[in-house]
Nanobody, 125 residues
Framework: QVQLVESGGGLVQAGVSLRLSCAAS????????MGWFRQAPGKEREFVAA????????YYADSVKSRFTISRDNVQNMVYLQMNSLKPEDTAVYYC??????????????????WGQGTQVTVSS
């Protein structure tokens, strides 16, 4: 049973930074690729960032490249999303996702089988 719990969301102003965390209850966390997706109101859930168990390579959506950084701690079973220079268009519910197996290309939603409940990020202008 895979359990993912996100935290760190909130209401912030444009331009500031926020870090999301995802705590994973996995027996073999190290063999899972982890990702972050987001869903804005009235839109489809979209890919944000992903990381393999070895930290390499990482994948990012074009809209967040150079602003967001995904990282993981395989000892603490944690995944993080550092979000800098936030924009109003980053407003969404952010979901943590897990996939057993390595990613070899930029993933899509169906590449992940386990999901957290999400954490709301709201960026005001």
């Amino acid at each position: 049973q895979v359990q993912l719990v996100e935290s760190g969301g909130g209401l912030v102003q444009a331009g500031v930074s926020l870090r999301l965390s995802c705590a994973a209850s996995l027996r073999t966390f190290g063999v899972y690729a982890m990702g972050w997706f987001r869903q804005a109101p009235g839109k489809e859930r979209e890919f944000v960032a992903a990381i393999n168990w070895s930290d390499s390579p990482t994948y990012y959506a074009d809209s967040v490249k150079s602003r967001f950084t995904i990282s993981r701690d395989n000892v603490q079973n944690m995944v993080y999303l550092q979000m800098n220079s936030l924009k109003p268009e980053d407003t969404a519910v952010y979901y943590c996702a897990a996939r057993r197996g390595r990613l070899t290309t930029t993933p899509v939603r169906t590449d992940f089988g386990s999901w957290g409940q999400g954490t709301q990020v709201t960026v005001s202008s």
